[in-house]
C-alpha cells in the first residue's frame, strides 16, 4: 500500500516507487520526455504508456470529481480525530453501480471539510486504505479563487447563459483567478499520476470544475484512456466565443477519447465551438459522432444521467417517510399540493414561478383556498450579491401572495427554506398532484425523475394516503424548455419559464387534465425513469470509453505544442516523418527520377497572404529541373492560365492543371488533355443550381475552370455552408444523374469535374511516358497535402512491383503535416518541403560538379 508520503509527488519520484494496489504492481513514474512511446516490458520499467495487453484480468476506474463522495466529521469521543462515510447521494458513488462488480474504482477529488496539514498524511492514508479515495488538498485561498471565483463566478454563469455586460452581471474575466483554476487542475493530474496504470486504468473527469485535467494527463501519458462528462449545459458558440480562454479550454477537453453531454443541443454547441473557433469537422460514424483531432477520433456522447433507483426506493420505505406523508396528508387535506424543488439561485426561476401562482390565483379565484404552492429552496452553492438579490425577491414575492390571497388555516405559498432529510423531501414528492421545475437554464435537474418514482409508492404509502394499489397510479410534471431533462419528459407540460402566462396556464391544465390522462402520462415517465438509472447510465459511457480507446494500443504517438496547446497526434505506426538524409541518399544512387509536386498546401504556404510560389520555390524547382535524371511535374487545382503565370520562368517544367485534366510536359509543347471529353453540356445545368446555393448562402462563390465547376464556402458561415455543402451535393447528384460526371465534396468546396479525372492520371501518364522513353523510375517523390492528392499516392504506391517502375525503386510518397492519409512519410510544413527539396538539388549539383571534374580529367589524360 502506498506509504503516507504518498501525496507529495516529489516523494514518488525521487526514490523507490510504492506499491499500490493489484499484485503490488508498481506505481509508474512520471515521463516528462514527448516522443514515440516505449514498450513497458517489466514493473521496473519507467515507460508509462506501454501497449503490452494487461496481464490483470480486472478493470480499474478512476473517477475524477471536484468533490469525493465523502462526509467527515470530527469523532465525538474527544479525540478529535476525523471521522469519513461515503456520501449516499453523491452521484460518483451513485454511479459505481454500473460499472459492473469486476471494475475496481478509485475515487480522486478534495473533501468539503479543510483538513489542517499537519494531518493530510494521516487522512490521506485513510482514505485510501478504507475507502479507495486519493484526496487532493487545496490551500484554502486557492481553492477559494478557483471554486467561488473562476468556476462560480465566470464558468457557471457563462454557461448559464449569463455575459457579464457590466460588473453586477456575473464576473468580469480575471486572469489570476484563471490562473487559480489552471494551478489546482494540475494538482488534481498529479493525484491521478500517482496511482494510475496508464495502460490498463479508464480514466472518467466530471463537470467544468476540471476542463482543463485531460490535458495535464494527457501531456503525461499519450494513450490514457480518458473520458469526460460536462453536467452543466454549454452554452450556444455566440455566447462561448465571449469566454477570452475560449481555445484552452475547447483544446483541453478534446485530449479527451469520450466527451459526454446530457442532450443534443449542448453536444451540437459544443460541436458549433469546435467548428468554428478551430476549424474541426465533425460526421456521425456509424450512429457515433466523432471529432477528427490530429489523427485522433474523439467521440461525442449524448445521454442524461438517471437516479439512483436502490436509494430511492430505500427512503420510501422507511417508517420515517410513511410517518411524514401521514403529517403532510392531514396538514393539506382538502388542497391540492403543488411542488417546487429548487436551489435558491438566479438560474432557478423561483421568482417567476411564483409570479405565475399569483397569475393562477387572480385569474381562477375558485383556486384560492384549494390549490397551495410548496416551494422547497435549497441554499444556493454560489455566493454573491445576485444570491442576496433572489432570497429578498423570493421573500418579498411570497408575503405579498399570502397577504393578498391567504386566509386564516390557508396559506397559498408554503417557502420551506431550512434544511430538510431526504425522507422529508420525498414525502412532499409522495403526497403532491404536480411538479412544476421552471429553472431558466439548468444542467440536467434531476428532480422530476424523484417526483415520478416517488408518485409510483409503494403498498404501504398507498394505504396511508387512502389508495387502492390496484389503480393506476398518477403524476404531472411542468416542466422548462431550457433544462436537460425536458427532451426525455415527453408526456410533461412544456413551458418557457419567461412567459409568466404561459406558466399559469400551464399550471390550471396540470389540475383540470383527466384522471386517464394523468396515468397515461404518469406510466409513459415511469417506464423510461426506472429503465434509464444511474446505473444505466455509467455502464453505458463505459462501453463508448471502452470503444473509443479500443485503438489506442496499435498507434503512434507524439505530442506536440506547449501548455494548454498541447495535443497528441495518433497514427498508424508504419507512418513516420521523412528524413532528409534517408531520402537525399536514395536520390544520390538513382539515375531516373519522377518527382510530383502539389501546389497549394505544399508549394505554397495556405494560410499566406501571397497565393503565388515565392523566389526560393521558383528557384529550387529550375534547379531540379536542371538534373537531366529529374522529370518534374507541378500538379495544381488551379486553371492554365493561373499555372502558365506562376511558373512561366520553369522552362522544362511539367505543369498539370485543374487536377490532371490538362497536362503540359515542359514549357515549349501545347496543353494536351490527359482524357477525351468533348460533351461539357452539362455546365448549363449545375451552374444555374450552384448560383442558386452562391446567392443564399452569404461568402460562397463559384469557380469556373474549363473542365469544371467549383461552389467554395470558404467564407462563408462554418455551420451553414456545410450544411449548404450537403443540400447542394444532393441538389447535384440528382439533376446530373446521367451526365458523365462526378460530384464531389471537398475542404470547404463542393465540385462538379468529369469522370475519371483526378490527380492519379497525372502520376500513371508520367510514369507511363518515363517508361517508353526508356527511363523506368527508380525513384519516386510525391508529395501532397489534402484529399486530391491521395489519388497521385495510390498510384504510385500501387505501381511498386509492377513493369512501371524500376525492381528496386525507391518510393517516397509524403503528405504535409501529420494526418491520416495513404502516404507513408510525412513532413511538418511548407518550410520543411522546401529544405528537403533544397536537400535534393544541393546533391544535384555535387555530382553536376564531380562529373564535371572527372570529365576534365579524362580530357587532360587524353591530351598527354
Known amino acids: 500500500m502506498v506509504s503516507r508520503s504518498y501525496s507529495n509527488l516529489l516523494d514518488l519520484v525521487s526514490g523507490d516507487s510504492p506499491t499500490f494496489g493489484r499484485g503490488g504492481k508498481k506505481i509508474p513514474r512520471v515521463a516528462t520526455v514527448a516522443g514515440v512511446l516505449s514498450e513497458l516490458d517489466d514493473e521496473t520499467s519507467n515507460s508509462v504508456t506501454s501497449d503490452a495487453p494487461s ?22 469521543d474527544g479525540s478529535g480525530e476525523w471521522c469519513f ?102 494538482i488534481f493530474a498529479d493525484k491521478v499520476m500517482e496511482v494510475i496504470t496508464p495502460d490498463e486504468d479508464f480514466v472518467w473527469v466530471h463537470d467544468y470544475h476540471l476542463m482543463v485535467l485531460p490535458t495535464f494527463l494527457r501531456k503525461r501519458f499519450n494513450r490514457v484512456k480518458l473520458g469526460f462528462f460536462l453536467h452543466s449545459p454549454f452554452p450556444s458558440s455566440e455566447i462561448y466565443r465571449t469566454l477570452p480562454v475560449r481555445d484552452e479550454l475547447l483544446r483541453a477537453l478534446l485530449n479527451s477519447d469520450l466527451i459526454g453531454f446530457h442532450t443534443f443541443d449542448y453536444a451540437r454547441h459544443f460541436l458549433s465551438c469546435c467548428s468554428r473557433m478551430l476549424g474541426l469537422a465533425y460526421q456521425s460514424k456509424r450512429g457515433y459522432i466523432g471529432l477528427e483531432y490530429y489523427g485522433r477520433t474523439v467521440s461525442i456522447k449524448i445521454l442524461p444521467v438517471g437516479i439512483h433507483m436502490g436509494q430511492l426506493l430505500s427512503v420510501l420505505n422507511l417508517p420515517e417517510t410513511d410517518s411524514r406523508v401521514a403529517e403532510l396528508r392531514d396538514q393539506f387535506r382538502g388542497q391540492t399540493v403543488l411542488l417546487g424543488v429548487d436551489d435558491m439561485d438566479i438560474f ?21 383556498g384549494k390549490v397551495v404552492l410548496v416551494q422547497i429552496a435549497n441554499p444556493a452553492r454560489g455566493r454573491g450579491r445576485d444570491v442576496q438579490e433572489v432570497q429578498s425577491e423570493t421573500y418579498a414575492t411570497v408575503t405579498r401572495i399570502n397577504e393578498t390571497f391567504g386566509r386564516p388555516g390557508y396559506h397559498p405559498v408554503v417557502l420551506i427554506d431550512t434544511p430538510l432529510q431526504f425522507y422529508e423531501r420525498i414525502a412532499y414528492y409522495v403526497i403532491a398532484e404536480c411538479c412544476l421545475v421552471t429553472a431558466v437554464r439548468d444542467g ?64 390550471e391544465s396540470a389540475l383540470i387534465v383527466p384522471e386517464p390522462e394523468k396515468q397515461m402520462r404518469h406510466e409513459k415517465h415511469y417506464r423510461y425513469v426506472s429503465t434509464h438509472d444511474v446505473a444505466y447510465w455509467a455502464h453505458s459511457f463505459l462501453q463508448d470509453l471502452e470503444r473509443a480507446c479500443r485503438d489506442h494500443v496499435r498507434r503512434r504517438c507524439w505530442g506536440i505544442g506547449f501548455g494548454l496547446g498541447f495535443r497528441v497526434i495518433a497514427l498508424d505506426p508504419n507512418f513516420r516523418k521523412l528524413s532528409v538524409e534517408h531520402i537525399v541518399s536514395a536520390y544520390k544512387r538513382t539515375k531516373n527520377r519522377a518527382i510530383l509536386l502539389d501546389c497549394d498546401g505544399t508549394m505554397i504556404l495556405q494560410s499566406s497572404i501571397s497565393t503565388t510560389p515565392n523566389t526560393e520555390a521558383i528557384g529550387i524547382l529550375n534547379n531540379l529541373c536542371g538534373d537531366p535524371k529529374n522529370v518534374v511535374f507541378v500538379v495544381s487545382g488551379k486553371d492554365k492560365k493561373t499555372v502558365t503565370e506562376w511558373f512561366s520562368s520553369c522552362e522544362k517544367l511539367g505543369i498539370a492543371a485543374e487536377h490532371g485534366y490538362f497536362l503540359r510536359p515542359s514549357h515549349d509543347v501545347e496543353w494536351e488533355t490527359c482524357l477525351p471529353v468533348t460533351d461539357f453540356d452539362w455546365k448549363q445545368i449545375a451552374e444555374p443550381v450552384m448560383k442558386l446555393y452562391t446567392e443564399t448562402t452569404d461568402g460562397s462563390f463559384i469557380e469556373t475552370k474549363e473542365s469544371a465547376l467549383v461552389w467554395n464556402y ?86 511498386k512491383g509492377l513493369p512501371s517502375l524500376s525492381p528496386v525503386a525507391e518510393v517516397f510518397a509524403c503528405t504535409v503535416g501529420r494526418k491520416p492519409s495513404k502516404a507513408k512519410y510525412y513532413l511538418e510544413d511548407t518550410t520543411d518541403i522546401l529544405r528537403m527539396l533544397q536537400g535534393l538539388v544541393t546533391a544535384s549539383e555535387q555530382a553536376a560538379r564531380s562529373a564535371s571534374h572527372v570529365a576534365s580529367t579524362r580530357v587532360i589524360i587524353d591530351r598527354e
Open 714 to 799: 470558404q467564407y462563408a458561415d462554418p455551420d451553414f455552408g456545410s450544411c449548404q455543402a450537403k443540400e447542394l451535393l444532393d441538389h447535384l447528384e440528382s439533376v446530373l444523374a446521367n451526365e458523365p460526371v462526378s460530384v464531389k465534396s471537398g475542404q470547404h468546396i463542393v465540385e462538379v469535374k468529369p469522370q475519371g479525372v483526378n490527380k492519379g492520371l497525372v502520376a500513371e501518364r508520367l510514369l507511363v511516358t518515363m517508361r517508353q522513353k526508356g527511363m523506368l523510375p527508380d525513384f519516386v517523390l510525391c508529395i501532397g497535402d489534402d484529399r486530391s492528392d491521395e489519388d497521385m499516392f495510390e498510384v504510385i504506391m500501387r505501381a
Open 444 to 507: 440536467m435537474n434531476l428532480i422530476p425523475y424523484e417526483y415520478i418514482i416517488c408518485r409510483q409508492g409503494n403498498e404501504k404509502l398507498d394505504e396511508t394516503l387512502g389508495l387502492n394499489p390496484s389503480t393506476p397510479k398518477k403524476s404531472m410534471l411542468v416542466v422548462s424548455e431550457f433544462i436537460g431533462c425536458s427532451p426525455s419528459l415527453s408526456g410533461a407540460i412544456r413551458v418557457n419559464p419567461w412567459n409568466i402566462d404561459a406558466v399559469a396556464e400551464a399550471m
Open 85 to 186: 462515510s461515503w456520501d449516499e447521494d453523491s452521484l460518483l458513488l451513485q454511479l459505481k453501480d454500473g460499472l459492473g462488480e469486476d471494475v475496481e474504482v478509485l475515487y480522486v477529488g478534495c473533501l468539503r471539510e479543510q483538513i489542517d496539514p499537519s494531518e493530510q498524511d494521516d487522512v490521506a492514508q485513510t482514505l485510501l486504505e478504507t475507502f479507495k479515495c486519493v484526496p487532493a488538498f487545496i490551500p484554502p485561498e486557492l481553492f477559494s479563487k478557483f471554486y467561488h471565483g473562476f468556476c462560480k463566478q465566470q464558468l457557471w454563469p457563462l454557461f448559464h447563459y449569463m455575459l457579464p455586460l457590466s460588473p453586477d452581471l456575473g464576473g468580469r474575466f480575471d486572469r489570476s483567478l484563471w490562473q487559480a483554476y489552471v494551478s489546482v487542475n494540475k
Open 55 to 76: 496481464s490483470v484480468s480486472q478493470d480499474r476506474m478512476i473517477i475524477v470529481g471536484n468533490q469525493l463522495p465523502l462526509r467527515a466529521h470530527r469523532s465525538s
Open 348 to 368: 432557478k426561476g423561483i421568482s417567476l414561478k411564483l409570479l405565475a401562482m399569483e397569475q393562477l390565483l387572480t385569474q381562477h379565484p375558485d383556486k384560492r
